[in-house]
């Protein structure tokens, strides 16, 4: 690739930016980092091509390191944006104002043509949120009915806790979920593997 344009600087990078204009910067810019904010098992079932493998937990707890490693046109990409705009709110308060959020995430870059790696497929984190949420719901509404009442609070509970992971754009639902062993990958970086990773491209 050859790059002909003038890196986008931090003062006017887009907060968000859609598949098509990913696709765009892959032809045109060398100094383009994609980090992959989401879980191992995730990343394993379908990745783009030449992403960086980043958890979220690993960015959130190392910001300033990861961001020292980072250049001038930085995507950051989860399932759906959820993840990937928590990451660059992290890297923001660091000093790295240059990071902009793939909308729709790898699954609506996947859509668009990109060019991804499959692997074995496994369900996407916020997938498993709606399904454990929604169980636990229906556990609680039925077992009001069957057993006891007091089982009702259980999906009052759900409730609140979904209301609140709302207004914070957080979700510990989703946290507890991503270290099941399911969630897990045998390939999942280190915070030292990861800073590697980013230092060779740097």
Not at 98 to 125: C, D, E, F, I, R
Request: charged letters at 15%; one cysteine or more; hydrophobic letters at 45%.
């Amino acid at each position: 690739m050859t790059s002909t344009n003038v890196p986008t600087p931090a003062a006017t990078a887009p907060k968000s930016i859609d598949a098509a204009t990913l696709k765009a910067w892959e032809d045109n810019h060398d100094d383009l980092m994609v980090i992959d904010v989401r879980g191992g098992a995730e990343f394993d079932s379908m990745h783009i091509k030449g992403s960086y493998h980043v958890p979220l937990p690993l960015l959130s707890e190392h910001a300033e390191e990861f961001a020292a490693k980072m250049g001038t046109r930085v995507v950051l990409v989860c399932q759906s944006g959820n993840r990937a705009e928590q990451a660059r709110k992290h890297l923001d308060a660091v000093g790295l104002g240059s990071a902009s959020v793939l909308t729709g995430g790898v699954p609506a870059y996947a859509a668009a043509g990109g060019n991804v790696v499959k692997g074995k497929n496994t369900w996407a984190l916020e997938r498993q949120v709606r399904m454990t949420a929604g169980s636990l719901v229906l556990a609680g509404v039925v077992g009001s009915k069957l057993l006891s009442p007091k089982l009702g609070l259980l999906a009052g509970g759900i409730g609140a806790g979904l209301t609140f992971s709302a207004a914070t754009n957080s979700c510990a639902m989703g946290q507890m979920l991503s270290k099941m062993p399911w969630n897990r990958s045998a390939n999942e970086p280190t915070a030292h593997q990861a800073l590697q990773n980013l230092g060779a491209k740097a």
